[in-house]
């Protein structure tokens, strides 16, 4: 059964530091892979996604994601993070059937 | 283009109770989905519809839960009767492909 692991609940960066969050995934065959955020009170807003083809993909705000097969994981990057960019991260895996990890909380240190 | 409406925003019923939540998705999307959001838990998939058949329902309580997909286009998901624990925020989405899903802002549920 497909799966998605968030190693860390909670997460806080300073505004202008890189953010890398972590996502693991188990799944049967190629997986359809992607990072959502929530701000409170909100609905998930979709990042980026991969399906197949170059294992970096770029996101909107500026995020990125690499694909590693090897390593079953999906990590979330940014280069310089923004004080607008708190929130909850949602990494997802699967293409009709979407599951989703329980999600990293980011705080951003002024 | 409008996105994923849910109506209503919030909910506070007594336990017992029945509740309906309503999702109109975006237009052309064939699937449509109910996902329920415990708090400080990633989304959990209750039911997915293909147009109106639901081809996804093994996480939906079914001794409580209902939804329905009439016409392959709005959803309506019930709950009858409420109970405590079903306090969360039911999180409708829909998709025209695997291109992911998008979202509407949830309708958040307090049973008291």
């Known amino acids: 059964a497909q799966s998605v692991t968030q190693p860390d609940i909670h997460i806080t960066v300073s505004e202008g530091a890189s953010l890398e969050l972590r996502c693991n995934y188990s799944?049967?065959?190629?997986?359809?892979l992607f990072w959502y955020v929530q701000s409170p009170g909100q609905g998930l807003q979709l990042l980026l996604k991969?399906?197949?083809?170059?294992?970096l993909v770029q996101g909107i705000k500026g995020f990125e994601a690499e694909f590693k097969r090897s390593q079953s994981s999906f990590n979330l990057r940014k280069p310089s993070v923004h004080w607008s960019d708190a929130a909850e991260y949602f990494c997802a895996v699967g293409a009709n059937d979407m599951r989703f990890g329980a999600g990293t909380r980011l705080t951003v240190k002024p | 283009e409008a996105g994923v409406v849910q109506s209503p925003r919030y909910k506070i019923i007594e336990k017992k109770q029945p509740v309906a939540f309503w999702c109109n998705p975006i237009?052309?999307?064939?699937?449509l989905y109910w996902y329920r959001q415990n708090l400080g838990q990633g989304p959990e998939l209750l039911i997915r519809?293909?147009?109106?058949?639901?081809?996804?329902d093994s996480q939906l309580p079914k001794d409580r839960f209902s939804a329905e997909r009439l016409k392959g286009v709005d959803s309506t998901l019930k709950i009858q009767p409420a109970e405590l624990g079903d306090s969360a925020v039911y999180l409708c989405a829909s998709s025209g492909g695997a291109v992911g899903a998008f979202f509407g802002q949830g309708t958040r549920l307090t049973v008291v």
């Open positions: 237009s052309g999307h064939n699937t």
């Open positions: 799944y049967g065959a190629t997986p359809y």
């Open positions: 991969y399906f197949s083809g170059d294992t």
């Open positions: 519809y293909e147009n109106e058949e639901a081809v996804d």
